[in-house]
């Protein structure tokens, strides 16, 4: 946006805006300076590469490319939205990252808040230690340690004295793979709401506890009111993510029986476009899957702002 | 306020004592440190349970007294007060309020209420709700509340800020508020820990003011703590003197001015700090003088009677008189100035008699002539305001 306004454009309400942009004038030089190469990285790193998503209209041919290619407008669009899949797919996609994002989301906070009511500080380092460990493990060995730990002769089968194989069953796909997210991320993701609750003040909670105020009632009065904006930063950058379920995990997670579940719009174009070779359909598929992640992004934004008196992002 | 459920608030601490468990590996390094020659400020003693933060405190509050701890930093002020208030454990004694034991009884359960130094005032709420908050946690009804903060609201002078945020106050707006908070739940005792120090100067004074006002209106016992001696002596009925986790003196601040217990205390009250002197006590029958640099004046009755009720003898003593108390004479014991600050309806002079640094405070309307550098002079006092002080226990002789 090149819209700088007039010095006499400026009202006295945005006197300060105004002032700033004088100073930018004033050194634009600097500003060019330090700009510049981050304006190129962008450019040649995030708008070039979109140019690609023309392969979304063409009937993509990696030899010809992408101009040489026949073009074919929205004819992959219409193919997918139509195909009998689609609807389970996009159900499966968002059921994972929404409910990923009901039960995941909360869990820091609420580990955040217990965290924080511990006494000791030798302690609290050592359980955050062990809290935090798991987020190191790749997504692909936390598969299978999960795969191990719930097959029919694994740990939760002999605990549980039964012999079902829960890698098959559509109906627990969902479950493993929100859960295990919990148990790897949760400790690490609890980090940031665990310095922002370090800003509450200690006498403020003395002297709720003062007022009278029990558990519930000293984190209703004292911690949320510390943590609120952290969270909703956060929720609205889960939320700009709900669409990109990571690809890895669900195919990590696949079995052929439970396919019903966890094939994602993220899996089918990995299957479609790298192991078919169908690159424009499959390219369709991510852009289609793309648009509803930045629609989603900006009105909930909104939503936020209108929640909470006209902050968002 | 119906009068039957007013009851007395009296509040006793018997040997109340704070030990403050060593986090592991602290031990050590405090061993060490105990170990090491240089004089440190804070001397807590250091058992293997941890610090002793206060120990020994015994005292008993009447009710609706206003009772001032007060002592240099670190000497357990605060601690004391946070143990009354149920925020800090008890490690040993008893804290009895209004007759009954309430060491393990949960803060809100003590009929307390807590001013603290950083206001910790709710920001998200309102000044109105800040001050509802207690009472709407006990679940009382909605007009009872109003009037309950409307009126504190009066009293303090806040009701134009009731719909405002705590961040869109100034401090001393604040810190009203936030004993507003307290005043709305009527507390058997009020509890306030350095409430003025995060003021400045000025504000201070007019909030100590506040509060020598607010007492007459809102009957209660109230337990103030303070590093600030001015403070201690407006404010208090009497005066708790702490150091090192002990009491060192409690009294009305006339007694602790006049008969401090010893050498601490002395040094602790008053501005100037007080002079000591090496002198010399003589006991002659009933009577006692002291020496000090040639000069000799007898003691006023009332010491005289106090020493001897204790067979008090001649010894070597620290005698000390407060710069006050001092008079300028054509003989006594001779100084040199070194400095003459001038302070308007006074002067200060600082003079060095005998190797120790003394001042003597002269009223300009006194002066004969200015005072100059290495210029000698001598001075006197009276045997009502010398304080003696034992070599040896640096105690007050007079106990
Ligand atoms: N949680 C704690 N763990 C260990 N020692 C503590 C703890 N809290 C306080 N202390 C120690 O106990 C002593 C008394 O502390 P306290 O806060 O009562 O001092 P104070 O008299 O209020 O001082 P100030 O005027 O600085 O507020 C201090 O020396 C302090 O180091
Ligand atoms: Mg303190």
């Not at chain 1, 690809?247 to 476009?273: C, H, M, P, R, W």
């Not at chain 2, 509340?145 to 945020?165: F, S």
């Not at chain 2, 002990?246 to 217990?261: L, S």
Request: charge should be neutral.
């Amino acid at each position: 946006m090149k819209k700088v306004p007039e010095p006499a454009a400026a009202g006295g309400g945005s006197s300060k805006m105004h002032n700033t942009l004088v100073y930018i004038r004033q050194h634009w030089q600097l500003y060019v300076l330090f700009m510049l190469p981050a304006f190129l990285l962008t450019i040649i790193f995030r708008y070039i590469p979109m140019g690609g998503i023309a392969i979304a209209f063409t009937e993509y041919n990696p030899i010809r490319g992408i101009f040489g290619s026949e073009w074919v407008g929205f004819e992959h669009f219409q193919r997918f939205l139509s195909s009998p899949d689609f609807m389970r797919y996009l159900m499966n996609t968002l059921k994972l990252s929404v409910f990923g994002l009901l039960w995941g989301f909360p869990a820091p906070i609420l580990l955040a808040f217990l965290l924080n009511r511990i006494m000791s500080a030798k302690t609290k380092q050592k359980i955050q230690l062990v809290l935090y460990m798991p987020n190191f493990i790749s997504v692909i060995v936390l598969c299978g340690i999960v795969r191990i730990l719930l097959s029919p002769t694994g740990l939760v089968n002999s605990l549980l004295g039964t012999s079902t194989n829960f890698m098959t069953m559509p109906s627990a796909f969902r479950t493993i793979y929100i859960a295990s997210g919990i148990w790897q991320g949760a400790g690490w993701a609890s980090i940031i709401y665990t310095a922002a609750l370090s800003n509450a003040s200690k006498e403020l909670k003395e002297a709720a506890v003062i007022d009278g105020a029990n558990i519930i009632q000293q984190i209703k009065a004292v911690e949320w009111p510390a943590i609120k904006d952290t969270v909703l930063i956060q929720f609205i950058m889960s939320v700009g993510n709900i669409m990109s379920v990571g690809f890895e995990k669900a195919y990590a997670l696949q079995t052929d029986l439970n396919l019903n579940a966890s094939e994602i719009i993220s899996t089918y174009v990995y299957k479609k476009g790298l192991l078919d070779g169908d690159y424009g359909f499959s390219t369709a598929v991510g852009l289609f899957n793309t648009v509803i992640n930045v629609i989603l992004l900006i009105s909930m934004n909104a939503l936020v702002k209108k929640m909470n008196e006209g902050k968002g992002i | 306020m119906c009068p039957e459920s007013e009851s007395m608030a009296t509040v006793q601490l018997k040997n109340i004592k704070k030990v403050y468990p060593f986090i592991s590996g602290e031990q050590k390094k405090n061993k060490k440190k105990a170990d090491e020659p240089e004089k440190k400020k804070v001397n807590l003693q250091i058992t293997d349970e941890g610090v002793v933060a206060v120990q020994a405190f015994d005292l008993d509050i009447a009710d609706k007294e206003f009772i001032v701890l007060v002592g240099p930093s670190g000497c357990g002020k605060s601690t004391t007060l946070r143990m009354v208030a149920g925020l800090e454990e008890i490690s040993g004694g008893q804290l009895i309020i209004d007759g009954k034991v309430m060491n393990d009884v949960a803060p809100k359960d003590r009929d307390i209420a807590m001013v603290f130094q950083n206001y910790a005032l709710y920001p998200h709420m309102t000044v109105y709700e800040n001050m509802a908050f207690s009472l709407k946690l006990r679940k009382e009804p909605k007009d009872v509340i109003d009037k309950k903060v409307r009126e504190a609201a009066e009293i303090l002078d806040i009701t134009q800020y009731l719909e405002r945020k705590p961040k869109a106050l100034s401090g001393g707006q604040r810190q009203r508020v936030a004993i507003g908070r307290a005043i709305v739940r009527d507390p058997k005792v009020m509890l306030m820990d350095e409430p003025l120090s995060n003021l400045d100067a000025k504000l201070r004074n007019e909030m100590r003011a506040e509060i020598i006002k607010l007492r007459q209106r809102i009957n209660t016992t109230f337990m103030y703590v303070t590093h600030d001696q001015t403070e201690a002596m407006t404010l208090g009925d009497r005066i708790v003197i702490m150091k090192d986790g002990y009491i060192q003196q409690i009294g009305t601040p006339q007694e602790v001015f006049d008969h401090p217990a010893n050498l601490f205390v002395a040094g602790f009250i008053g501005m100037p700090v007080m002079n000591f002197f090496d002198a010399e006590l003589k006991r002659d029958g009933k009577k006692y003088f002291v020496e000090v640099g040639g000069y000799r004046t007898e003691l006023d009755a009332e010491k005289e009677a106090r020493l001897a009720a204790h067979d008090v003898q001649s010894q070597p003593i620290t005698l000390g008189v407060r710069p006050e108390h001092t008079d300028v004479a054509d003989a006594g014991i001779s100084a040199k100035v070194e400095v003459a600050e001038m302070m308007g309806s006074s002067v200060h002079l600082h003079v060095n008699a005998g190797g120790r640094d003394v001042i003597i405070i002269v009223p300009t309307i006194d002066m004969k002539g200015n005072y100059k550098l290495g210029d000698t002079v001598h001075f006197t006092f009276g045997g009502r305001v010398a304080h003696v002080f034992s070599k040896e226990t640096d105690k007050n002789l007079e106990f």
